[in-house]
C-alpha cells in the first residue's frame, strides 16, 4: 500500500495525512478517490454529464468525488509513473480519467524538453479516454497547448477535420493557450472551419474561444464577425459576442 492513515479523520483532512510509504501505482489513486465519494454526488453528475443512451457523454460512469477533491489527490500523487497516469486514464470511471489529466499536467509542466515531448505523445495516443467536455477543457491547452506554443500546430488542423466531437474539442480548446501570447489566428482559422458543425458542445465551445479573442483584442474578433457572423449557427455566436454591450449583441444578432 502507497499510503497510510495516521487517524480517522473527515474527508476535508484525510488527504492532509497521507504518510508516503512506497512507490504510487493507479490502483492507490483508484483506492484514494473511492474514499472521497459520494452516491448522491455520482447520480449528479450522471445527470450533468449527459450519460443517458443518446446523449455525449452516455456510458461514463461516476463515483462522486468533487473536482477539488480529484486535484488534491493529484497532488498527493503528482510523481506517479507515466505508465500509471496512462493506465488511470483508460478507466471507465470519470474521475479517474480527470484524475490522470491533472496529474499528467503536473508531469508536463516539471519536465525537461526531451521528457515533454513523450507526455504529448501519450496524451495524444490516448486521446480517446479524453472523451468529455471537462476532461478535454482540463488538459488541450495545459498540455497540448503549452508544447504546441514552440512546434508546428498542423495536428490541430488533422483533428479539426475529424469525425470525432472530442478531437474537434481539443482542436479549438487547445488554442486558448496561443492567446495568453497575443497569438489568434490558429483560433480564428480553426473556428472557421468549425462554423458549420452542427453539434452544440463543438458551437459551444468555438463561441467561448472566439469570446475570448475578444476580450483581449475586440477589433480581432469584430473583423472575424463582419466576414462571418451571417453564417454562424447561433449559439456559436451568441457564446460569441456574451461580453459585448445589450445594444451591441443585438445588433450582431440581427445579422445572422
Not at 25 to 49: G, V, Y
Not at 182 to 195: K, P, S
Request: hydrophobic residues 45%.
Amino acid at each position: 500500500m502507497f499510503f497510510s492513515i495516521t487517524r480517522v479523520a473527515p474527508p476535508a483532512l484525510w488527504l492532509r495525512e497521507l504518510v508516503v510509504t512506497k512507490l504510487a501505482t493507479h490502483k492507490d489513486i483508484q483506492s484514494a478517490l473511492k474514499k472521497l465519494s459520494s452516491p448522491a454526488k455520482a447520480k449528479a453528475s450522471a445527470w450533468f454529464f449527459k450519460t443517458d443512451k443518446g446523449q455525449y457523454g452516455h456510458g461514463d460512469i461516476f463515483l462522486g468525488v468533487t473536482v477539488p477533491d480529484q486535484r488534491k489527490v493529484a497532488r498527493v500523487f503528482r510523481n506517479l509513473p507515466i505508465k500509471d497516469i496512462v493506465a488511470l486514464l483508460k478507466s471507465p470511471i470519470h474521475e479517474h480519467r480527470l484524475t490522470a489529466l491533472f496529474i499528467l499536467d503536473y508531469a508536463y509542466k516539471k519536465a525537461y524538453a526531451g521528457k515533454k515531448a513523450g507526455i504529448v505523445k501519450a496524451y495524444l495516443a490516448h486521446r480517446k479516454y479524453v472523451n468529455n467536455w471537462d476532461l478535454v477543457d482540463s488538459s488541450a491547452p495545459q498540455i497540448l497547448g503549452s508544447w504546441l506554443l514552440t512546434h508546428p500546430r498542423s495536428i490541430l488542423y488533422k483533428l479539426s477535420a475529424s469525425k470525432n466531437l472530442w478531437d474537434k474539442r481539443i482542436a479549438i480548446v487547445t488554442t486558448q493557450a496561443f492567446m495568453r501570447n497575443g497569438e489568434f489566428q490558429d483560433t480564428l482559422q480553426i473556428a472557421e472551419l468549425l462554423l458549420k458543425d452542427t453539434h452544440d458542445l463543438i458551437r459551444k465551445a468555438t463561441g467561448w474561444m472566439l469570446r475570448e479573442v475578444g476580450n483581449r483584442n475586440p477589433n480581432v474578433l469584430k473583423t472575424f464577425l463582419l466576414q462571418h457572423a451571417r453564417h454562424m449557427p447561433r449559439t456559436m455566436l451568441r457564446y460569441a459576442i456574451e461580453k459585448f454591450p445589450q445594444d451591441e449583441r443585438k445588433r450582431w444578432l440581427q445579422t445572422s
